[in-house]
């Protein structure tokens, strides 16, 4: 069964930092562009980041600009987004999702293929 497991989320206090992973299983990341999104309550879904097949181009949400950090190790299927310096309007689900496809239409969450089910990061003082 092909799966994308996220981990890493929790409650931090504004500031702080969290590391969620992106582990596949069934599958191999190795040809897949990967995409980082959140869903906030009441919000709609937005893309946080998104990483080429080679790891060489990434994109980010202005929001995150500076602050996020999405990196990829394919010998652990595994893609990591670093988030620093965490504000309020960071809260949200976090997915990640996997995706043949890197372009500047990144965003569009029906370009990818696989989805994980979701970790939770939430922060508040």
């Known amino acids: 069964q092909l799966q994308l497991v996220e981990s890493g989320g929790g409650l931090v206090q504004p500031g702080e930092s969290l590391k969620l992973s992106c582990t596949a299983h069934g599958f191999t990341l190795d040809y897949s562009v990967i995409g980082w999104f959140r869903q906030a309550p009441g919000k709609e879904r937005e893309g946080v980041s998104c990483?080429?097949?080679?790891?060489?181009?990434?994109e980010y949400a202005d929001s995150v600009k500076g602050r996020f950090t999405i990196s990829r190790d394919d010998a652990k299927n595994t893609v990591y987004l670093q988030m620093n310096s965490l504000k309020a309007e960071d809260t949200g689900i976090y997915y990640c999702?996997?995706?043949?496809?890197?372009?500047?239409?990144?965003?569009?969450?029906?370009?990818?293929?696989?989805w994980g089910q979701g970790t939770q990061v939430a922060v508040s003082s």
């Open positions: 990483i080429n097949v080679s790891g060489s181009k990434t």
């Open positions: 999702t996997a995706g043949p496809i890197y372009s500047d239409q990144w965003r569009r969450w029906d370009l990818y293929e696989h």
